[in-house]
């Protein structure tokens, strides 16, 4: 069984930067597909950024130029670096993980574990 748990999350005003870490626990994550998921209240989860296996990354329109996504093998740790945050960029952040994907580019896959989440909140 996989366990993710997020951290990074806080309060930032509009331009700053966080770092979002999600942690692993299984010891087989490098065959995983990881990615960040974000939902802002009253709306659904959306994909932010993926990351494959074999170290593809997608990011999603809204965030490409602002976000990078990363995974370290070593510490079995997915990484979300968030720059020039917007107030829009306000929402609870996930990771998850998936063991197969039949969409990648549009976060298809079968996401078969998700942390409890880490809030964003990002004031003007």
């Known amino acids: 069984q996989v366990q993710l748990v997020e951290s990074g999350g806080g309060s930032v005003t509009t331009g700053g930067s966080l770092r979002l870490s999600c942690v692993v626990s299984s010891t087989t994550s490098q065959h995983y597909s990881m990615a960040w998921f974000r939902q802002r209240a009253g709306e659904e989860r959306e994909g932010v950024a993926i990351?494959?296996?074999?170290?593809?990354?997608v990011d999603a329109a809204s965030v490409k130029g602002r976000f990078t996504s990363s995974r370290d093998r070593y510490t079995n740790t997915l990484i979300l670096q968030m720059n020039d945050l917007k107030p829009e960029d306000t929402a609870m952040y996930y990771c998850a993980a998936a063991t197969y994907c039949w969409g990648f580019s549009e976060f298809g896959c079968d996401w078969i574990s998700w942390g409890p989440g880490t809030q964003v909140t990002v004031s003007s």
């Open positions: 990351s494959s296996s074999t170290g593809r990354t």
